[in-house]
């Protein structure tokens, strides 16, 4: 969120408080979507459609926002597997 506020300029989440409990009940969401079989594909609109829905985002704004979560995300999945495989 930081890196896309200060990418796009003027993106206003809101307070903390008011943030925490949805980017924390967002990024449940995407991990268990994450678990299905085309977890890593379906997560995309997940994650735009989640960031509209509870941080009333415009179509740009969470564009951008997904633009940087997902590739991060899926880094990390990446990651993730080599180090359980090795």
């Keep these: 969120m930081v890196i896309a506020d200060r990418w796009v300029g003027g993106i206003d989440f809101g307070p903390i408080l008011w943030i925490l409990p949805r980017a924390v009940a967002l990024c449940a969401l995407v991990t268990a979507v994450n678990f299905l079989s085309w977890g890593v594909i379906l997560s995309a609109p997940v994650w735009y459609f989640g960031l509209m ?27 993730l597997a080599i180090l359980i495989i090795e």
């Design 53 to 79: 829905g509870l941080f009333h985002l415009s179509f740009r704004e969470a564009a951008v926002l997904t633009n940087i979560n997902w590739p991060v995300m899926v880094v990390w999945k990446v990651l």
